[in-house]
Each structure stands twice: as structure tokens, then as C-alpha cells.
């Protein structure tokens, strides 16, 4: 059990006024040093469970335990010193300097009005340097491109000097570089310093080359937990995500390839997906949830 | 060295506020007056007449600055000053009816004002709890409005069924105004806004955070439900306490934020003391010159904060979109 970050057995949620669960029912432990990814299709409940994970939820049914203690019950700050999370969205209001930004992080080992003092200059530097990030320290944050401000970002988590380091759709949106350079970062920390990652993500291809576990929600279910060669079967993933693939294996590991309308027409029913597809519209009371997650 | 720049200008604003007025003084006459020295009258002109309106008009400049830097990140809107959140209009509401009603009492007035001030509060605040609990800081900002027009309509209908004399009473009061202080409301003001300025500035690390987000803040630490909650309520409280002394003084919670931010920067740490100061000399200044610009008659203070604060914030507007 000690060796358990976090903790869900049984657990579901549901948003007020929504009328079916948005994560139902699911169980899944994080181990100390390993590297997760939930997985899953839009509104699939990731990002929902993710928060039941952090204690920013609490659950409507089942037990959430992070480091051992029911999530929700946790200091924001304690539990700030352990986890650092990469969120999804993030637009601050006021300019500021990189280096502010990250020394941001050190928030929750400082006492209320203290300034900042050595040790957290050192670990604002060192985490620049970790992220690739020291050469923007003096840049507004503003004038930073899509894959830098992540790096900051990832930066900032590092600050925290965390013992799991978890990113919510941190590389949507970024291109082919910028999306390796933070997951390989990731990776390393991972490996190289004992932390543990937590990944969400809809990109399954990805997250296979880089995890060890896969958890791939369905509909606010877990539909399958496992290494990626367990998961990633042709099977699971044309029931989660209602789509013909194909699973071509890439140095061992599946990578997922999705058919073309005529391509599938060879290999399976084709109406039968488009039913499947019209079916793809469940999951909405969900959706509207997660479109107002604060 | 800024400190001691803004610190100084501080002590200098309230020497030329209490020099300048029907009877010029000299600073040295205004010093000596200050320890109980010199002719009499000068003693009783600077320290029953001039000293406590200064001081009052710094305090409360300092009170809105500060609350309208909080405001803004709170909201997550530079925009934000301390009357959006809808308590200028119950305030104005309750002091325009003490004048309608002929409450008697020197305390009437502000006090009508501070009730009317705590129900709008109370109606903004209960407005903007949403589902599962939350307060939605977008529906504060539109709960502000819609309660301040509604109020605005009602002070408009009780103005237009009151005979002139109280319109025009009512009217500038409603504008802002100094005018009669008293030692006893320097001290009632002075010892009430001591804990929501201190509330306000333990939050300064939280309001830092905050301003990034209320998801990124609660990962970074921050209790973010209860900061909110703690924030609304001592910024309102602050406000109103100022709105019921002074009357409604647009433009300081507005733009002085914005001033401090270009030269100290965004950590709320120092933001606030600078604002506090910087507020709190705009406004002893704005009051120096409503008494002697147009002597022997005064202008509403508010008046020359916005003369004074909108082409200053028109240029902070330029200055943000180039």
C-alpha cells in the first residue's frame, strides 16, 4: 500500500444537474516511479478522474485515496509540495517574467509573506535548467511560443519539487518537437529521479512509446488497464473510441492506425460504424460537465 | 528607494493638504500646529479642521487602491475597481434615502450608507454561488452590475420624488466628499480597516497565484474556494466602510493598481503597501485641490479623481493594446 500514489477503488462522480456519471465505478492504483497515461476519448472522464485523484472532487461514490489519505481531505498546500500538475488550460491575467513565473512554484514552501530565499532561488534555477528553460528565464511570459511556455510550465511544476509530477493535456496543441521534447522530459524525470508521471491524454500513440501503464476510459469507465500491449488491442480501442483501426506494432510497441470509411468497408461492416458513430454522441451530460470544470 | 521616494511623497501630500486652504499656511506653521504649537486658531484650523480630513481622504484613497488590486485578480479582470461588485448602489441607495427621509444624526447618513452598502453585498454574494457551492467570480462580476443598476434606478426615483435642495445634497454626496470630517470618523475608519488590509495582505501570495487561474492556484497550493470567499468579503467590507465615510470616489481602486503594477510589478507582496501609499496620496491630493481650486466653493472629490484618473487610465489603455 505505501507504495501506492494514488488510490481509486470503485470510485464515481457525477456533476451537479448532469444525469449519468461522468467517471462510474472505476478502480486503478498509481505505483511510486512509474509512468501513466489515462487515456480515452473526448469526454471520456480522464480529466474527471484526474481531479478525483488531486482531491479537487470529491466522490459521489467509492474511496479516492492520494498517499494513503482520502484525496479531498488533503491541505491544498501539503499536498502542493508532493504533486505538481500541469493543467490543461492556463491564461494569466498580468505579464510576468518567466523566472516569476516559475519561482511561482515555490508557493507552497514558503510561509504567507516570506520572501524568497536561497534554497528557492536554487530550485527555481534548477528547474529552469531541468525544463530547457533557462535561456527564457527573463522573457514575458506573453512572447513565449506554445512549446516554451509549456517547458516554463513544466518548470514551474518542477519548482514544486514534487515526488509526482502530473500533466493534463500539456502537449495538445503542440507540434511534432515541442510534444517529444516535453514527454521525453517527462520520461526522464521519471527514470532518472524516481518520480512518478501521470499523463492524460487522447493521443494513445503517443502514450504507448512513452508509459509503462495504460488506463483507457470509456464513457466514464475503465475499459482496460494494462502495459500498452495489453491495451492497445484492436478490440478496446473500436469500442472506446467507435472507429475501425488497425494495430501495427512499432519496435515492439502497437501504435494505433485509424481506417478510412473505404479502408474499414474491406475489413468490417461499415454501417455498422456508422451507427457506431451516432452512438459516439453518448457522454454529453458529461461533456457539458467538463466544459465547466471551475 | 522607491519605498523611501513613495513614503516621502506620502508625508508631503499631507503636509501641503493640511498647509493649503481659505487660510494659507505655512509648513513650518503646519508642523509646529501638529505638536499643539503656534497661535491658536492655526492649531484649531490644522488640527480639528484640515489634519483629520487629510488623513481620512489618504485612508480611504489607500483602502480603495488596495481593494481594487485585489479585486482585479480576483476577478481576473483589470477592469475590476471596488463599486463594480454592486455596493456603490446600495450604499448610495441607503444615503440618498437617510437625505430623502431626514435621518437625523451626524453618523445617519453613513450608516444608511452602510447598510444599504452590506445588502447589496449580501445580494451579490448569494447571486454568484452557483451549483455544488462555488462562487463564480464571472457571476460576481455581472451580479455587481445588474444589482448596481437596479439600485442606480431606485436612487434615480427617490431623487426625482425629493424637493431640490436634498437632490442637490444627495447628488453630492453621491460624487464623493470630505467635507466635515471628524477625528471620530478618522478613528471609526482607521480601526476598521486595519483587519481587512491585513486579511487583504496575508493574501498576497494566494492573490499571485490566483491571477493565473483558479485551477493552476489550486495546484500550486492555494485553498482557493475559501481564498475567494475571504477576498469578496474583506474587499466589500473595505469598500463599504469607504463608501459610507467619503461617498462614492470613482477611479482610485481603477487606476492606481495599474500605476503601481508598471513600476513595482505583479507580486502582490509589494503591490499592495505600494498601492496603499500611492492611493492614499492621489486622494489626500484630489481632496487638496476640490477645497482650493474653485475656493471658497468645493468641488465633489470624485470629480477630480476622474479628471485626473481617466486620461491616466486612457493612457495605461494605449499602452497595454501597443
Do not use: C
Amino acid at each position: 500500500m505505501d507504495d501506492l500514489i494514488f488510490a481509486a477503488r470503485d470510485v464515481s462522480f457525477r456533476y451537479p444537474r448532469a444525469d449519468t456519471d461522468a467517471v462510474h465505478a472505476v478502480s486503478l492504483g498509481v505505483e511510486r516511479g512509474e509512468l501513466i497515461a489515462l487515456a480515452g476519448p473526448n469526454g471520456s472522464g480522464k480529466t474527471t478522474l484526474l481531479r478525483l485523484l488531486l482531491g479537487v472532487l470529491i466522490p459521489s461514490g467509492g474511496v479516492v485515496e492520494t498517499f494513503g489519505r482520502a484525496a479531498h481531505t488533503w491541505d491544498r498546500r501539503a499536498l502542493a509540495r508532493r504533486v505538481g500538475v500541469v493543467v490543461q488550460r492556463e491564461e494569466p491575467v498580468f505579464p510576468l517574467r518567466v523566472r516569476e513565473a516559475v519561482a511561482l512554484g515555490r508557493y507552497p514552501h514558503l510561509r504567507p509573506l516570506a520572501p524568497l530565499g536561497p534554497k528557492d532561488r536554487e530550485a527555481v534555477d534548477a528547474a529552469l535548467a531541468r525544463a530547457d528553460a533557462t535561456a527564457l528565464a527573463d522573457r514575458w511570459i506573453g512572447t513565449l511560443s506554445g512549446g516554451e511556455w509549456q517547458r516554463v510550465r513544466v518548470a514551474r511544476a518542477l519548482a514544486q519539487e514534487p515526488e509526482v509530477l502530473v500533466l493534463d493535456e500539456a502537449t495538445a496543441g503542440l507540434d511534432i518537437r515541442h510534444e517529444m521534447e516535453v514527454l521525453e522530459l517527462v520520461a526522464d524525470l521519471v527514470r532518472e529521479r524516481g518520480l512518478t508521471g501521470v499523463l492524460v491524454t487522447h493521443n494513445v500513440n503517443l502514450a504507448a512509446r512513452f508509459v509503462d501503464r495504460l488506463a483507457i476510459l470509456d464513457r466514464g469507465r475503465a475499459a482496460a488497464v494494462g502495459s500498452p500491449a495489453e491495451v492497445l488491442t484492436r478490440d478496446v480501442l473500436e469500442r472506446v473510441f467507435r472507429w475501425p483501426v488497425e494495430i501495427v506494432p512499432w519496435h515492439g510497441v502497437p501504435q494505433v492506425v485509424a481506417l478510412r470509411a473505404a479502408e474499414a468497408a474491406g475489413a468490417a461492416d461499415p454501417a455498422g460504424w456508422q451507427s457506431g458513430r451516432v452512438a459516439g454522441g453518448a457522454g454529453e451530460a458529461e461533456a457539458s460537465g467538463n466544459g465547466d470544470p471551475e | 528607494m522607491r519605498w523611501i521616494v513613495l513614503v516621502a511623497v506620502a508625508i508631503a501630500t499631507l503636509l501641503v493638504a493640511v498647509a493649503l486652504g481659505p487660510v494659507h499656511l505655512g509648513l513650518g506653521d503646519v508642523v509646529r500646529a501638529i505638536g499643539g504649537g503656534g497661535a491658536p486658531t492655526t492649531v484649531s484650523i490644522v488640527r480639528d479642521l484640515r489634519l483629520p480630513r487629510a488623513l481620512l481622504a489618504f485612508l480611504v484613497g489607500g483602502s480603495l487602491a488596495v481593494t481594487g488590486a485585489a479585486l482585479q485578480a480576483l476577478v481576473r479582470n483589470p477592469l475590476a475597481d471596488p463599486y463594480l461588485l454592486g455596493l456603490s448602489g446600495g450604499a448610495g441607495l441607503g444615503a440618498v434615502l437617510a437625505l430623502a427621509l431626514h435621518a437625523a444624526g451626524a453618523w445617519a447618513v453613513p450608516a444608511w450608507a452602510a447598510i444599504g452598502a452590506l445588502l447589496a453585498i449580501a445580494l451579490v454574494y448569494r447571486l454568484a454561488i452557483v451549483a455544488g457551492g462555488v462562487l463564480d467570480t464571472r457571476i460576481l462580476l455581472l451580479a455587481g452590475v445588474v444589482v448596481g443598476a437596479f439600485a442606480a434606478a431606485l436612487v434615480a426615483a427617490v431623487l426625482a420624488l425629493s424637493p431640490a435642495r436634498e437632490v442637490r445634497g444627495a447628488l453630492l454626496w453621491l460624487l464623493g466628499s470630505f467635507e466635515g470630517t471628524s477625528w471620530g470618523a478618522v478613528i471609526v475608519f482607521g480601526a476598521y480597516a486595519v483587519v481587512p488590509l491585513a486579511v487583504l495582505y496575508r493574501a498576497s501570495r494566494p492573490l499571485d497565484l490566483l491571477s493565473l487561474g483558479e485551477e493552476p492556484a489550486r495546484f500550486l497550493g492555494t485553498n482557493v474556494e475559501t481564498l475567494k470567499r475571504v477576498l469578496y468579503v474583506a474587499a466589500s467590507l473595505l469598500t463599504a466602510a469607504a463608501v459610507a465615510v467619503s461617498g462614492i470616489i470613482g477611479f482610485v481602486g481603477l487606476v492606481i493598481p495599474h500605476a503601481v503594477r508598471l513600476v513595482w510589478g505583479h507580486t502582490h507582496r509589494t503591490l499592495l503597501p505600494a498601492a496603499f501609499l500611492l492611493g492614499g496620496i492621489l486622494l489626500a491630493g484630489a481632496d487638496t485641490v476640490a477645497r482650493v481650486a474653485f475656493a471658497p466653493v468645493s468641488l465633489p472629490v470624485g470629480v477630480v479623481t476622474a479628471v485626473v484618473g481617466v486620461p491616466v487610465f486612457a493612457v495605461l489603455l494605449r499602452r497595454w493594446t501597443t
